[in-house]
């Protein structure tokens, strides 16, 4: 391998072929058709193609496109081809039958061609009528083919002709035959493209190595062929295609930085199935049995199951009580009218509240930190804002002493890491919380305050029921909403679109 070998441009065997052909000609610089240079170059025309683009791309050659028109042989043509033009075939006739040339035993011979060929063969002055309509051939006449059969003729044997390999006068004449009928000549636009040679091209194809190593193969290394030849050098800068490998989806990255987050604070995390009785989802969070958030149009239930709820289970006791009397928690609670069968009715869950307050129930432990992300659904027309279908992030502390300036701090902090600083907590109301927060996200695209879900301090209405005696501080809040402002986009149900080209670029942030 030559040191110079570094600083050539490195040229395909394809280029070459192309490069050698066009500087090969008497006038190297002038333009060529597609077509010529493929039987220049005797290369297939996919390979032309892209021999074309590549020394485009390198400025070695230059292009151009016209629209032009490919003209072929129609149905009526292709007969015209093998069996004549009228005219001539009148003028046959005559030779064959010199006698029978009246009017009326030609036109009984050619049927409906018979007024073309008189009209065409007059005018081509090979016939000549006599008085009493009798027909006769001019004397040589007829012995030249006609301008509109030669084309014909070539037409044919090309099979298809290019507008601009015609001389003017072939182009009058086809104009003439398409005019006669159709389908004789049928017309089909094309792109045509030429080639030239810049003078930076003329230049390399002067400075072709022959016979270049392309591929390192263990033979070149074996037969040390590559002290004899020159290595054809790569471009590593030149643009190669794309490759789209599967990746996870923007929402799933996001839910798996949410939960690094927390287990990085030390939080365990918690799951629970989507379909849950509604005890769960509303009663044991003292949410009464006529709230309008249980209602059809808000909530969906699955009208096949029942759950397994029973007053045998002391803690669904104990929420009973403490919905009709507030037993023990200092409350009146909602009022007698507890029904079993309300808390039966199995719905898919409308926050992951559900999980967190069954962690609970089952652990009941005086310090912990859990949390989940998890779908939640609500039947909700969906919009810019809301799906019917959505992620939550959901969580509670509990320990002695905690208060919800803990809470605040530590929401704030979590939406810091996730890159959200301009965050606010706007008091609220939720049946299971005392006092209640609800964050809100300043969205910049849209300039306005965005909410992002719900937190507070457990009431004692829920909390004592179920046995747990330290303050818990939970909080439930939309993740989507966040996915949809870190990138960027302005409706929610975007995010589910499966827009590829977005999925594409956008995963990788
Ligand atoms: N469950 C509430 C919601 O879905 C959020 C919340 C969770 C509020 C925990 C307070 C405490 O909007």
């Given at each position: ?18 490069l ?41 050659i ?25 005219e001539?075939?009148?003028v ?16 009984s ?12 063969a ?7 009528i ?54 004789v ?72 930085e ?13 799951r ?27 909530t ?23 919905h ?5 928690t ?21 926050h ?35 799906n ?10 509990t ?20 890159g ?44 004592a029921?179920?046995?747990?005696k ?35 670029k956008?995963?990788?942030?």
């Amino acid at each position: 391998m030559s040191s110079s070998g570094l600083t050539r441009i490195p040229i395909h065997p394809l280029e070459a072929s192309l490069l050698r052909a066009l500087a090969s000609r008497s006038k190297p610089l002038d333009w060529i058709e597609f077509d010529d240079a493929l039987s220049a170059s005797k290369l297939s025309p996919d390979q032309l193609r892209r021999a074309v683009e590549w020394l485009k791309s390198k400025d070695l050659i230059e292009t151009e496109t016209r629209e032009s028109t490919f003209y072929s042989l129609g149905e009526k043509g292709k007969e015209i081809a093998s069996g004549g033009l009228p005219e001539r075939k009148l003028v046959r006739l005559l030779q064959n039958f010199p006698s029978r040339n009246s009017f009326s035993m030609l036109s009984s011979k050619m049927g409906d061609e018979f007024s073309v060929a008189l009209g065409h063969a007059r005018k081509n002055g090979w016939i000549r009528i006599g008085k009493n309509q009798e027909i006769t051939l001019e004397p040589d006449a007829a012995e030249k083919k006609e301008p509109e059969e030669e084309l014909i003729e070539k037409v044919g044997s090309a099979g298809r002709i290019l507008s601009s390999s015609l001389s003017p006068e072939e182009r009058q004449t086809l104009d003439q035959l398409s005019k006669r009928q159709r389908g004789v000549i049928e017309a089909q636009p094309v792109k045509e493209l030429s080639i030239r040679l810049t003078p930076k091209g003329l230049d390399t194809s002067a400075k072709l190595v022959e016979n270049e190593i392309g591929e390192i193969t263990p033979e070149v290394i074996k037969n040390k062929d590559w002290q004899q030849r020159h290595l054809r050098p790569i471009d590593v800068t030149s643009p190669a295609p794309s490759y789209f490998g599967g990746r996870k989806h923007p929402v799933r990255l996001f839910i798996e930085e949410v939960r690094e987050a927390f287990l990085s604070l030390g939080f365990g995390e918690i799951r629970g199935p989507n379909a849950q009785s509604a005890f769960w989802n509303f009663d044991a969070l003292f949410i009464p049995q006529h709230h309008s958030a249980r209602e059809m149009q808000d909530t969906f239930y699955l009208s096949s199951s029942i759950a397994k709820i029973s007053l045998d289970d002391k803690r669904v006791k104990s929420v009973r009580d403490s919905h009709e009397s507030g037993k023990g928690t200092g409350s009146l609670g909602w009022g007698k009218g507890w029904q079993i069968d309300e808390a039966r009715r199995v719905v898919l869950r409308t926050h992951t509240t559900a999980i967190t307050i069954r962690y609970l129930a089952d652990h009941r432990p005086d310090d912990a930190r859990v949390f989940s992300v998890d779908k939640v659904f609500r039947n909700e027309k969906p919009n810019y804002k809301n799906n019917p279908e959505f992620y939550q992030i959901e969580g509670v502390m509990t320990a002695p002493g905690l208060n919800i300036r803990n809470l605040i701090y530590v929401m704030s902090q979590f939406y810091s890491k996730l890159g959200f600083n301009k965050v606010k907590f706007w008091p609220t109301y939720f049946p299971y919380t005392e006092p209640s927060l609800g964050p809100v996200v300043f969205w910049e695209d849209k300039q306005k305050w965005l909410e992002l879900g719900g937190m507070g301090v457990f009431r004692p209405e829920v909390t004592a029921p179920l046995g747990i005696k330290n303050p818990v501080l939970a909080w439930g809040l939309g993740l989507d909403r966040l996915v949809m402002m870190k990138y960027g986009l302005q409706d929610i149900r975007d995010l589910y679109g499966a827009n590829l080209s977005w999925l594409r670029k956008t995963s990788i942030l």
